[in-house]
């Protein structure tokens, strides 16, 4: 069988993860990225071909190249904040983006794609914890992106899976690759920050939420697991397997206390905290169920936070200390 699968956005955080996971599984990876938020130097397990999503005649000519056998679709902008702030340019970059992907895909006859989805398509959830029949309510242009793409694909006559990941985190055991966002907007590098002494200080939205300490909770998965899960989910398409979406996450909340708690222990540095006021949109917990990914990818993760936050920890100091 072909084992060239294509990578678009494989430069970037989860991407070069799951480039890894393949090469291990005995799959070839190709990359395709503008490098616009990625790095060079994090693709180590096949080629770059450095081309935007949105560029067709590029695209084809990757393809035509390469001849990939499936796709993992990681490429996209991925910041809230600068979504509200630019919502045309995240449709333009991810939805169009993502729709050129996929007429491209069919213009070649590849298929299937593991899309990588975010649990932001649920907005804020009725119950948790939250699973896949829960409808789709985004409340920001990030998620409205993600939930756009994956009515895309249901249309697409591809198959599909959209795996919604809750909050990715960690980095590779061995130091290869890790997180490296700019600016960086996720909780655990900016607790690190703290600690390497890049900030002076880690602020807290809101310590009144009906919460056991107070501060939201949220579902951390160390991306090393989510990784696995692609591979899994690209072997059980090529398999033949219903297309459709899947939840990643552990199951467990974690407070933004523990988190930080969890960091100074593992860095040994104090991490001076500042109380802020609530964020409007934060709902108190965002904690999934992961039994579907369980059922039919035979997926477990198995990396808890303070792994989670060791790993990162690892790679933060190797790749941003003086």
């Known amino acids: 069988m072909n084992k060239t ?4 956005g494989g430069a970037g955080y989860v991407g070069s993860h799951a480039c890894k996971a393949l090469a291990a599984s005995g799959y070839v990876p190709v990359v395709y990225d503008n490098l616009s938020t990625g790095h060079a130097d994090l693709v180590q397990w096949g080629a770059l071909e450095v081309g935007d999503i949105l560029d067709s005649e590029r695209l084809d000519a990757v393809l035509e190249q390469h001849k990939p056998r499936a796709v993992l679709h990681f490429a996209a902008l991925s910041i809230v904040g600068e979504s509200v702030a630019k919502p045309d340019l995240y449709h333009r970059n991810n939805v169009e983006g993502s729709r050129c992907l996929i007429q491209a895909m069919a213009r070649h006859n590849i298929g299937p794609i593991v899309f990588s989805s975010t649990a932001a398509v649920y907005g804020v959830p009725a119950a948790v914890p939250i699973t896949e029949e829960m409808s789709k309510q985004p409340i920001n242009p990030y998620g409205e992106t993600k939930a756009a793409i994956e009515d895309e694909l249901a249309c697409s006559g591809l198959a599909w899976t959209a795996l919604r990941y809750f909050n990715a985190s960690g980095a590779d055991a061995q130091g290869q690759t890790g997180e490296h966002h700019t600016p960086e907007s996720h ?3 900016l607790v690190l920050d703290v600690a390497l002494g890049r900030r002076e200080t880690i602020s807290i939205f809101g310590d009144d939420y009906e919460t056991p300490d107070g501060t939201c909770l949220r579902d951390y998965i160390h991306v090393t697991d989510l990784a696995d899960a692609h591979v899994r989910a690209l072997a059980r398409l090529l398999d033949g397997g219903e297309s459709g979406p899947f939840n990643l996450g552990t199951g467990i909340g974690t407070s933004v206390r ?7 222990g593992v860095t040994g540095h104090a991490i001076p905290t500042t109380m802020s006021e609530r964020r409007v949109g934060d709902p108190p917990v965002l904690v999934c169920s992961n039994a579907a990914a369980s ?4 997926w477990r ?11 990162a920890w690892r790679w933060h100091k190797a790749r941003f200390g003086s």
């Open 5 to 8: 699968v294509l990578v678009t």
């Open 187 to 189: 909780l655990i590098p």
């Open 258 to 264: 523990e988190i930080v708690e969890t960091a100074r």
């Open 295 to 298: 059922r039919a990818l035979g």
């Open 301 to 311: 993760p198995t990396r808890g936070i303070e792994t989670q936050i060791s790993d």
